[in-house]
């Protein structure tokens, strides 16, 4: 399986080590979960911004009220 070697600084590697601990996970096992989280994090965030961007329109002409002034003002 692939890995990394990662380089902290000694007060990085004490805050994770604490992070790690508090979570009940071994340091390997708190900085894989994390940066997994992250990654799926990201993903979620741009299909949501996409969803967004899709439907904004639609959401415009549901919510009038909603809208911006300003974009009232240009339409």
Do not use: C
Not at 34 to 40: D, K, N
Not at 58 to 66: G, I, K, L, Q, S
């Amino acid at each position: 399986m692939p890995a990394l070697n990662i380089e902290y600084t000694e007060t990085e590697l004490a805050a994770i080590r604490e992070a790690a601990a508090a979570d009940g996970k071994s340091v390997k096992a708190y900085v894989h979960d994390l940066s997994v989280r992250e990654q799926q994090r990201r993903t979620f965030v741009n299909h949501a911004v996409a969803f967004w961007n899709a439907h904004l329109e639609e959401f415009d002409a549901a919510f009038p009220e909603d809208t911006p002034a300003a974009k009232r003002s240009a339409a």
